[in-house]
């Protein structure tokens, strides 16, 4: 508010995201915000389309564990998440997932102390009902949508992960 001018709303600033060879959620909002959480909101099994098949290199029907999460900086909703796994590599994922806190401590309790990100496109589009409710947007705003695909040390793809940022909130820095 400012005397004899009316209140004004402040614009927040925009997180910087950055996609490259080693992307980690908290790494890359390290130094941006104070406090960073997740929440696993469904898991369940499904079989490979054979979009995810290509993805994870494993056969059409190949049974997949499919989480959906949201994650969050500050309290602010800032990703929406579907990720998928070989169940046959990663059963139990969900439950190492909710104690570890995140995928990559989830992945060190599999043996894979480190990956690297296999492949990222980058979209941007309307945010769909559900997501707007899950992300706390107003109707009609923008997401940025990360299709993206993480590979373990052998080069083998382990996670595909379909990521939604809000616009107003997040820019990702390729």
Do not use: C, N
């Not at 941006?32 to 909101?41: E, F, K, P």
């Not at 999460?69 to 602010?76: C, I, K, L, M, P």
């Amino acid at each position: 508010a400012e005397h004899g001018r009316g209140t004004f709303v402040a614009e927040a600033r925009r997180l910087s995201y950055p996609i490259g060879r080693r992307t980690r959620f908290s790494e890359g909002l390290a130094g941006q915000v104070r406090q960073r959480s997740s929440q696993l909101l469904s898991s369940k099994l499904e079989r490979a389309t054979p979009r995810l098949a290509e993805a994870l290199a494993v056969k059409v029907g190949t049974r997949l564990i499919r989480q959906e999460t949201v994650s969050f900086a500050d309290g602010r909703p800032l990703a929406r998440a579907s990720g998928w796994l070989p169940e046959a590599r990663f059963a139990g994922f969900d439950a190492a997932y909710v104690e570890a806190g995140s995928v990559t401590a989830a992945l060190k309790r599999y043996g894979i102390a480190d990956y690297s990100r296999g492949s990222t496109r980058i979209s941007a589009r309307h945010a769909t009902t559900e997501e707007a409710q899950a992300l706390k947007l107003a109707p009609g705003a923008v997401v940025l949508v990360s299709d993206a695909v993480d590979l373990d040390a052998d080069g083998v793809p382990i996670h595909a992960m379909l990521t939604r940022f809000p616009a107003d909130r997040m820019e990702l820095v390729v």
